[in-house]
């Protein structure tokens, strides 16, 4: 299904911003699921941050947090579905939630890699003091958010005193091992754009990156993931103030690459809400767009107390919308980073 935008006007030429129509433009089916590989979790949108550009709308205000009992429907759902590869954590700040340890230790019980995606400074909040020992103890792969390499850029977009925070958290999991080389303990960065523009080209600005960040602070991390800002939420509404809304969806439209949707992440994930609703990406979970599961079997979107694994939702067509331009412009943006 498709959830269709206004038509978008610049200088270059005029689209629909519906981006189903785009796909057949350009030869491409619609996005269907194949094996899903990767179950996304966001545990709840409690955060100690309230970042500009957060698409989850997460700040330390909120209430919404996954329960011990979804938490343990959904681990139940992971350990029946074999396929299942990589349990993707992620919020808010996911370390806050309450299930959150118990997640990952089932999740490495069953054999997955589990990812924490962080945003670094809960791991020097009080009461966390144990936390970056529990994530290097486990294994844990970490992708932290850092949108820069400078103190300015980085409190513009995520608040005073963010990124000395930031770097004691780097310089804490690098002397446990994270990102230090063959140490299996892995730590990826986030870039993502303080404005209404594409992120540059991801391998130079890696580079660029690891440079600055070993020289200035001695910090060492793996990969740099550039991530595009989709037009959601609290981006969404900067957006608006700014009168950029047009813009900004003009330029990802104007620079659709059919050659990233082989690698969208919706392809092979299901993300799952604090409240046990599913959805094809974490973007869609934000414009409440819920997943279908494309059998006729349902009279409404299923949630986990529907399924008995997530091999259930394998074939099912994926909802899109305007916001999908996102991660098709340019070089592509996913979870993972660039696509091409």
């Not at 996954?66 to 349990?87: K, N």
């Not at 954590?89 to 939630?97: S, V, W």
Request: charged letters at 20%; aromatic letters at 6%; hydrophobic letters at 40%.
């Amino acid at each position: 299904m498709s959830v269709s935008l206004p038509v978008v006007r610049d200088g270059e030429r005029s689209c629909g911003a519906d981006f189903s129509a785009v796909l057949d433009e350009h030869g491409i089916a619609l996005l269907d699921a194949s094996t899903i590989t990767t179950l996304q979790i966001n545990v709840g949108k409690l955060c100690n941050q309230a970042c500009h550009h957060c698409h989850v709308d997460a700040g330390p205000g909120r209430k919404e947090q996954m329960t011990g009992a979804v938490a343990d429907r959904v681990m139940h759902l992971m350990e029946a579905s074999p396929a299942i590869e990589v349990v993707d954590i992620t919020g808010g700040a996911p370390e806050l939630n309450g299930s959150f340890r118990s997640i990952v230790d089932r999740a490495r019980a069953s054999g997955k890699r589990v990812i924490d995606r962080c945003n670094l400074t809960v791991l020097v909040e009080p009461g966390q003091d144990d936390l970056a020992v529990f994530l290097a103890d486990r294994r844990v792969e970490i992708i932290a958010s850092l949108p820069c390499y400078s103190a300015a850029n980085v409190e513009k977009q995520r608040g005073k005193g963010v990124f000395d925070k930031s770097i004691e958290a780097l310089r804490l999991l690098n002397r446990l091992g994270y990102g230090e080389p063959d140490s299996g303990l892995r730590l990826d960065l986030v870039y993502n754009p303080v404005g209404a523009f594409l992120p540059p080209p991801q391998a130079a600005l890696q580079s660029h990156y690891k440079e600055r960040l070993q020289g200035d602070f001695g910090v060492l991390f793996d990969r740099l993931l550039a991530i595009t800002n989709l037009p959601i939420n609290r981006f969404a509404r900067w957006l608006e103030r700014e009168g950029k809304w047009s813009e900004y969806m003009s330029l990802l439209i104007n620079h659709f690459n059919p050659d990233t949707v082989a690698g969208l992440m919706c392809r092979d994930q299901v993300s799952i809400g604090h409240d046990g609703k599913m959805y094809d990406c974490d973007f869609n979970q934000m414009l409440e767009l819920e997943i279908s599961a494309g059998t006729g079997q349902y009279d409404r979107s299923p949630t986990i107390w529907h399924i008995d694994s997530f091999a259930d939702l394998h074939g099912r067509a994926i909802a899109t919308a305007g916001h999908c331009f996102g991660c098709t412009a340019g070089a592509g943006s996913s979870c993972s980073g660039a696509l091409t």
